[in-house]
Nanobody
């Protein structure tokens, strides 16, 4: 069982930045980890993920603006969010899974990540 706790959400204006953190209850080195988001009335969507060898992948909607990283020594996952837009407003969730196969494609990798453990979420609000 892996427990995940997110932090760092808040309210910013368009063009601003936020950095989300997700602290795990165990050593994060071997795990696939990532971020999802969900806004009211919409399905939860994958944002970014990072696998055990450090390879990363992003949804097209955030590519070039968001950066996912992981500090295994601190058991912490990060999401640096720059150039934020109102459409980025959502509850952001951290997730971890035993393994994701990036070579199977991002959609499959996000599906694999969904089968793992989840944090409680942190709210991000971007105003215009």
């Amino acid at each position: 069982q892996v427990q995940l706790v997110e932090s760092g959400g808040g309210s910013v204006q368009t063009g601003g930045s936020l950095k989300l953190s997700c602290t795990a209850s165990t050593y994060t080195g071997p795990y696939c980890m990532g971020w999802f988001r969900q806004s009211p009335g919409k399905e939860r969507e994958g944002v970014a993920l990072i696998v055990s060898d450090g390879s990363t992948s992003y949804a097209d909607s955030v590519k070039g603006r968001f950066t996912i990283s992981k500090d295994n020594n601190k058991n912490t996952l990060f999401l640096q969010m720059d150039s934020l837009k109102p459409e980025d407003t959502a509850m952001y969730y951290c997730a971890a899974a035993i393994k994701c196969h990036l070579d199977y494609g991002l959609i499959t990798s996000f599906q694999e990540l969904k089968t793992g453990w989840w944090g409680q979420g942190t709210q991000v609000t971007v105003s215009s």
